[in-house]
């Protein structure tokens, strides 16, 4: 069985940093695309950011240039770098991984359990 664990939300004052971070653990082959996803409150998900397993990456809009995507495949873990936050960036932040399973052969969509961030202005 994989899982995503994730850690790192909390509360926050408006200008403050968060580093949230996404652990995949079970049996794992491989992992192809890694993303942030946040659903404020009466508010649809939406992407935030992703990674592929090149590195190559992808922010929306309304947080380029504060927030940074990044991974560490040996660990199987996605890092996201939020800097300058602000009230509006008040969500459940969930991370979503392609996996292959050892003994699978396509991909397993897996969502994590969401991290709470409150920032306050």
């Known amino acids: 069985q994989v899982q995503l664990v994730e850690s790192g939300g909390g509360l926050v004052q408006a200008g403050a940093s968060l580093r949230l971070s996404c652990a995949a653990a079970?049996?794992?082959?491989?992992?192809?695309?890694m993303s942030w996803y946040r659903q404020a409150p009466g508010k649809q998900r939406e992407l935030v950011a992703s990674?592929?397993?090149?590195?190559?990456?992808n922010l929306a809009d309304s947080v380029k240039g504060r927030f940074t995507i990044s991974r560490d495949n040996a660990k199987n873990t996605v890092y996201l770098q939020m800097n300058n936050l602000k009230p509006e960036d008040t969500a459940v932040y969930y991370c979503?991984?392609?996996?292959?399973?050892?003994?699978?052969?396509?991909?397993?969509?897996?969502w994590g359990q969401g991290t709470l961030v409150t920032v306050s202005s």
């Open positions: 079970g049996s794992i082959l491989t992992i192809n695309v």
């Open positions: 990674i592929t397993g090149g590195g190559s990456t």
């Open positions: 979503k991984a392609a996996i292959i399973e050892r003994g699978s052969i396509g991909y397993l969509e897996v």
